[in-house]
């Protein structure tokens, strides 16, 4: 890994052994973009770039003798708006006289080792000094008197670049900013999809795949989360990549805020992509010496198709974004009570839960919704934290022993972004809510959101959670948030400053969760936002896992899993077995299925076990014990995506331990067929040379629509090369029923 500055050329490279990314200062300092893609040595400039004199792509004042040259027609790094350059902007900043004009020349630069910390931003960090290095480069605006500083992080290892900006008004006068992201790359073609990940509440992250477009594309939220709507992620796919081969560009927005991803295919076929905050219903008054922070965007590079680009995001996330404790450790198998019991609980019910949880060998049990305040639905008592003593009357403290005395670890669910308008809370400060004076507000769920954008409420809710947090031994905090934000504002910020609102809460929140964080270290966060709708590596940074989603049927889960598995790995992603016919669609699928697709992530059960059938119980002992074996391959081994539920009706995948020895590999036929055609299962990424023990097979018996969970099959105790497994690949049994799953367990033979 090394950055290079070239001063006669005027050009940066930074280089690893995978990828290059350069840019050169060209005449007038402006800076140009010229490559980033599959390593290149020494980068010298054989696709150079081109200058025509272009109708109605004007020049800079200094370059008005040479038609040729316009901002207009050039790639460039971080172009402004007003000065020529028609395309979308990364930039716009209004100025006092009114001017919205930005005109950013080159000034100088720094090469950093490691890789700084963005402050009061999530960001992916570096090992040491060695395992990264960043490149600032300092542009400024000698007019208005604005600098801009570009970052550009580069990791030893992995093929991922990260870039932020910060914008300092070195001016004695306040400016405004419009407009600032944190990304803008240009491509000089559009011989791309584009992938972006779409939903809705239980639905999330469904793959979308379209060819660029002549005009200009949009993936945003104005949420005021992330959102389960559109997900702040987009990818750049030549057409022929799939899978396995290919080129792609993945860009993930470390940010759980509005966000807005745009490209544009412009008119002589080039492509720009800007990734950043949401401009809509933004702006920042940036007074004299004062900076803002862009949030950063991880943009990766491969060469080999979409799951390798996976692989980078999921290896980047785990190992340098995550933090804390549970970074690299095992999580806990859970039942959590939601779907077994809603609001109807008390202390003996989930004692109940607990004992039987533990005799099924499942290892933590999270108490969660209804538990406070006068919570027995979801109309009131959010933000009065106190527990209801006519559900518990031991309090959390009685409960917590009472479950950790039948072996499991205690979780508890919060809200703690939210207050209900019927709540002690909000009859004390109704002024804490965002809100616009003289305006009726909207209720969601009959709840209001805090605002955090003011630090009065962000302390109280650190110390309101501290004092619940230590109130009792709990190991694990589930952190919900259930509505969007409506009639954005603060009642403490003046009027120039209302449109910071919705990002200032993100400050907020970010800072809340690093004291309550860095305060319980021990303590598993799980996030949440009715199921996956802040589901964005902003959280993760503060919190190891998330909730999927609030759809848990099995078959919804499979392009869940998958779509979210495009950039986060199986290790963040809750997934719980439930009942059936199941919650949210009715549907009826197999114990077996349930709790194959719920151990492609951090698995659990979200049922009252108790009311299982002997048959299920056996099944859910034999699952639990199974998901132990194979648990630090599925969560911590290499997840490659096999079969695609949104192009067929099935779906795969596998995992591969850290070492290499042991492979799980899981498939599930959505619909059975009459005449189906017999499915051959190529596996990916094994040893070529190495040979492979199938130990394992467990699938449904053929012909019987009582689906037994036993194991077996002719394949069990047969070793294959890897080469043979991954060309010829392993022939799956016909199955004459519905959502039928099977998984293989082969062990690398030594
Ligand atoms: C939404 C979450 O996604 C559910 O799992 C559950 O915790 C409910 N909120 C509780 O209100």
Redesign the pocket.
């Known amino acids: 890994m090394n950055i290079t500055f070239d001063k006669v050329t005027g050009q940066f490279q930074l280089n690893n052994d995978r990828i290059s990314y350069v840019m050169q200062v060209l005449n007038g300092g402006y800076l140009a973009h010229l490559y980033f893609g599959s390593k290149i040595s020494r980068y010298r400039g054989s696709a150079a770039l081109s200058y025509y004199d272009r109708g109605f792509s004007p020049q800079p004042y200094d370059f008005r003798h040479d038609r040729t040259f316009s901002l207009d027609t050039q790639p460039l790094e971080y172009s402004t708006y007003g000065i020529g350059d028609y395309r979308i902007t990364p930039l716009h900043i209004q100025y006092k006289n009114g001017s919205t004009i930005t005109d950013l020349r080159y000034k100088g630069h720094k090469i950093i080792a490691g890789k700084p910390e963005l402050t009061g931003l999530p960001a992916t960090y570096a090992l040491s000094d060695e395992d990264a290095q960043t490149l600032e480069i300092e542009l400024v605006d000698e007019t208005e008197k604005v600098n801009v500083f570009l970052s550009y992080t580069i990791f030893h290892t992995l093929p991922v670049i990260c870039r932020s900006s910060r914008i300092l008004n070195n001016s004695d006068k306040a400016i405004r900013i419009l407009k600032a992201d944190s990304l803008s790359l240009d491509f000089r073609d559009h011989d791309f999809d584009m992938l972006t990940l779409y939903g809705a509440h239980a639905n999330e992250r469904n793959l979308c795949r379209q060819p660029l477009q002549h005009s200009i594309q949009t993936v945003a939220s104005n949420r005021g989360a992330s959102s389960h709507q559109q997900s702040p992620f987009i990818a750049l796919a030549k057409p022929q990549t799939n899978e396995q081969q290919g080129e792609v560009y993945g860009f993930s927005l470390v940010y759980s805020g509005n966000f807005a991803i745009q490209t544009e295919v412009d008119q002589f076929g080039c492509t720009r992509l800007n990734i950043g905050l949401n401009p809509l219903d933004f702006s920042w008054q940036l007074t004299s010496g004062q900076s803002f922070q862009t949030p950063e965007t991880v943009s990766v590079y491969s060469a080999e198709g979409l799951n390798d680009m996976s692989h980078t995001f999921h290896q980047l996330y785990r190992t340098r974004l995550i933090r804390g404790s549970y970074k690299e450790k095992l999580r806990p198998i859970l039942v959590n009570n939601?779907e077994a019991t809603y609001f109807d609980f008390n202390e003996a019910k989930i004692d109940q839960l607990a004992s039987d949880a533990a005799d099924l060998g499942i290892e933590l049990l999270v108490l969660?919704?209804g538990w406070f305040g006068q919570r027995n639905d979801?109309n009131t008592s959010l933000g009065d934290w106190f527990v209801n003593t006519a559900k518990l009357p031991d309090g959390l403290k009685g409960l917590a022993e009472k479950v950790i005395a039948r072996g499991l670890k205690f979780g508890l669910?919060v809200e703690p972004e939210m207050v209900s308008e019927a709540s002690e809370l909000y009859k004390a400060h109704a002024d804490w809510c965002i809100q616009v004076a003289g305006h009726s507000f909207t209720e969601g769920r009959h709840q209001l959101i805090l605002d955090l954008s003011r630090q009065d409420v962000c302390d109280y809710l650190v110390d309101t959670l501290s004092s619940v947090f230590s109130s009792a031994p709990i190991s694990y905090v589930?952190w919900?948030m259930?509505r969007h934000m409506t009639e954005i504002g603060s009642a403490q910020l003046p009027p120039e400053r209302q449109r910071e609102t919705a990002h200032r809460y993100m400050l907020g929140l970010y800072q809340i969760m690093d004291k309550l964080t860095a305060k319980f270290p021990d303590i598993l966060f799980e996030s949440?936002s009715?199921?996956g709708g802040r589901f964005d590596a902003g959280i993760l940074y503060y919190m190891p896992q998330t909730?999927t989603s609030?759809n848990t049927d099995a078959i919804c889960r499979l392009k869940i899993q998958h779509g979210t598995s495009l950039v986060f790995p199986p290790i963040s992603m809750g997934a719980h077995v439930s009942v059936i016919p199941n919650h949210q669609v009715g549907r009826s699928t197999p114990m077996q299925t349930r709790a194959f697709t719920a151990m492609a992530g951090t698995f659990g059960y979200e049922l009252d076990l108790g009311k299982l059938s002997t048959a299920d119980k056996a099944a859910v002992k034999e699952h639990v014990a199974l998901y132990k074996k194979i648990r630090p391959t599925c969560q911590l081994g290499t997840y490659t995506r096999l079969l695609s539920p949104f192009e067929s009706n099935e779906s795969a995948w596998q995992a591969i331990s850290t070492d290499g020895n042991q492979v799980v590999v899981t498939y599930c036929k959505i619909l059975a067929e009459p005449a189906s055609q017999i499915r051959i299962l190529k596996l990916a990424g094994l040893d070529s040379n190495a040979e492979y023990k199938i130990t394992d097979c467990y699938k449904p018996k053929r012909l019987s629509l009582v689906y037994a969970d036993e194991p077996g099959s002719n394949l069990i105790g047969q070793s294959f090369g890897g080469d043979e497994l991954m060309n010829a690949g392993i022939t799956i049994d016909r199955i004459d029923a519905d959502f039928i799953s099977t998984m293989w367990i082969l062990e690398k033979v030594k």
Do not use: H
């Open positions: 939601w969660d919704d979801d669910w589930k919900d259930n949440c009715g199921g909730w609030d």
